[in-house]
């Protein structure tokens, strides 16, 4: 649960940074993104997200706490396919649509 906790955090800590850029000319307020612009991936409702994909099992890690973050992940994929995914595959991985996405493998062990 504090694994949740923490990313919750950075994904807030993301999401206040400054809306402001700086330019040659000073400084100026960026322009408003999109509404529906995400920086990073995620799904607004557990609905759309469906079927949620297999995450993998906590047995197969010896690390009491990367059983119980597996372990977790397949308890609520629901919540953390709402949650965006800040690994930093983002860009690099197009299969990673959420948070979830980072338990279907290794990925959120490293």
Excluded: W
């Excluded at 100026?28 to 993998?56: C, G, L, N, W």
């Amino acid at each position: 649960m504090g694994l949740l906790v923490v990313g919750a955090g950075v994904f807030l800590f993301a999401a206040v940074g400054d809306d402001t850029t700086t330019t040659a000319t000073g400084s100026q307020a960026a322009a408003a993104p999109p509404a529906d612009a995400k920086p990073f991936p995620y799904y607004d409702s557990a609905e759309e997200a469906r079927p949620f994909p297999v995450t993998m099992s906590p047995s197969i890690y010896t690390n009491e706490t990367l059983q119980t973050a597996y372990a977790i992940a397949r308890e609520i994929p629901e919540i953390l396919v709402q949650l965006p995914c800040l690994c930093g595959c983002h860009g690099v991985q197009e299969d990673h649509g959420s948070l979830l996405d980072c338990y279907v493998d290794n990925h959120a062990a490293t």
